[in-house]
């Protein structure tokens, strides 16, 4: 059965277009929930957890990145052995209970292995989502479903800040941790409910190292693969740097800490309509060209707002708008990177969406704590690694993308035909 019949059948079952990217939405918002409406709240946490350095705050956010990048190689075999329903709904409950044990958390030691064993649970909703689409379509249409869960996805970071300091006004940073429990259980309901199982039986693969290895090893000689992978960890690089820093940022540079959900939203906002564009444009455009042409803008502006911050200083609203104008390009890049990265694996998509979750998810994590480790008074290490991470980001695209000629295949892509062509 060819991977086109196998989406056609999926897509006739289960539920309809609109819920569908709902609930796609829905899910992959459990992870900025789990990150962004933290950030009011990590000088309450250090505080009441006595927290004295106030870089070390941004441990929250990356233990629970860890967890979640990590568990993505556990998720994938799974996926594709079980299928996707039940280890999804499986793995919401799990994150809405390492919520509520964050939330009761007496020191910050527990607070951070709470957070680790969320990001695990969390990660299954990355790995899923993704192989769930990839279940349903493939191509520009997949890229266009994925443009449409990411204008929700993209309003969610924007409101969740307002979100943790609204409950910060009603209450303390724990009952933060309260609500994200609350959501998992309404998220697992929804998808016992209403998600029918995407993976057919007879496209699941053996759980063994053996056949492990192989789809490990044949994404990761895929070009087109690990080349949008890269180039989407280095942006995500840029994007956890945004995160970790911007609190200190607001509070410390421009001294304005009642303005941190309004410079929040006005800088990530953006990042909403350009995946709305990008879900109108991508079928007519492609994902390639799209991905080159906003990378190269975004390492341009970037490079932009770096050289006129430090030729002339910058006031908190000069900032915001040179910082929007670099994210706007976000919304274009992600869907069309994954994409991309997505389309030669089909056939071993829940691993392939594992490693690639691994990779961008440690891989960007990591290059945003560094970034966010030199953060010293000044927005300058910020905006370096900013541009640095676009410039690579496009060097790899390019790489990736650059079309084969026609006596020459890519050694991926051959053992891709091989792996399809032998019998089940």
């Given at each position: ?196 199982e995407t993976l057919a039986p007879e496209k699941r693969r053996p759980l063994s190292l053996g056949s ?137 998509a829940g691993m392939a969406s594992s490693l690639q979750g691994v990779i961008t998810t440690i891989g ?61």
């Amino acid at each position: 059965m060819s991977d086109r019949t196998t989406s056609a059948q999926a897509q006739q079952s289960g539920p309809g277009m609109r819920e569908f990217i709902a609930l796609v939405a829905a899910l992959m918002a459990s992870n900025a929930l789990a990150i962004d409406a933290m950030l009011p709240a990590l000088p309450a946490m250090g505080d009441a957890l006595g927290v004295v350095e106030d870089n070390r705050r941004q441990l929250v956010i990356t233990a629970y990145l860890l967890g979640f990048g990590v568990a993505q190689l556990l998720w994938g075999p799974l996926a594709d052995r079980f299928g996707r329903k039940w280890l999804l709904a499986v793995a919401l409950v799990f994150y809405g209970i390492f919520g509520l044990v964050a939330g009761v958390a007496s020191s910050f030691t527990l607070l951070l292995a709470a957070r680790v064993l969320q990001g695990i649970a969390a990660a299954a909703s990355r790995v899923l989502v993704v192989a769930i689409v990839r279940d349903r379509y493939q191509g520009p249409a997949m890229a266009q479903v994925m443009s449409l869960a990411m204008i929700v996805f993209m309003i969610v970071p924007v409101l969740a800040p307002s979100l943790g300091q609204t409950i910060l006004a009603v209450g303390q940073w724990r009952h933060i941790f309260i609500a994200l429990g609350v959501y998992g259980a309404v998220l697992a309901t929804w998808v016992l409910m209403r998600l029918p199982e995407t993976l057919a039986p007879e496209k699941r693969r053996p759980l063994s190292l053996g056949s492990i290895g192989e789809a490990a090893w044949t994404t990761l000689r895929t070009r087109q693969s690990i080349g949008n992978t890269l180039a989407q960890t280095l942006l995500m690089g840029a994007l956890f740097a945004f995160i970790n820093s911007i609190q200190q940022i607001v509070f410390d540079v421009f001294h304005r800490p009642e303005m941190m959900a309004l410079v929040f939203a006005l800088i990530a906002g953006p990042m909403a309509l350009s995946s709305y564009a990008n879900s109108k444009l991508v079928m007519r455009l492609g994902s390639r060209r799209i991905l080159l042409v906003a990378l190269s803008a975004f390492t341009l502006v970037a490079a932009t707002h770096l050289t006129l911050g430090e030729l002339f200083g910058e006031s908190l609203w000069s900032f915001v708008a040179l910082q929007a104008g670099t994210m706007i390009f976000f919304g274009l890049i992600g869907a069309n990177a994954g994409a991309l990265a997505m389309e030669p694996l089909g056939h071993i998509a829940g691993m392939a969406s594992s490693l690639q979750g691994v990779i961008t998810t440690i891989g960007g994590a990591l290059i945003g704590f560094v970034i966010g480790q030199h953060f010293d008074g000044t927005t300058l290490p910020f905006l370096i690694g900013f541009t640095s991470c676009g410039a690579l980001a496009l060097a790899v695209a390019l790489w990736a993308n650059r079309l084969p000629s026609r006596d020459t295949h890519d050694e991926g892509e051959v053992e891709i035909q091989e792996i399809e062509s032998r019998p089940a």
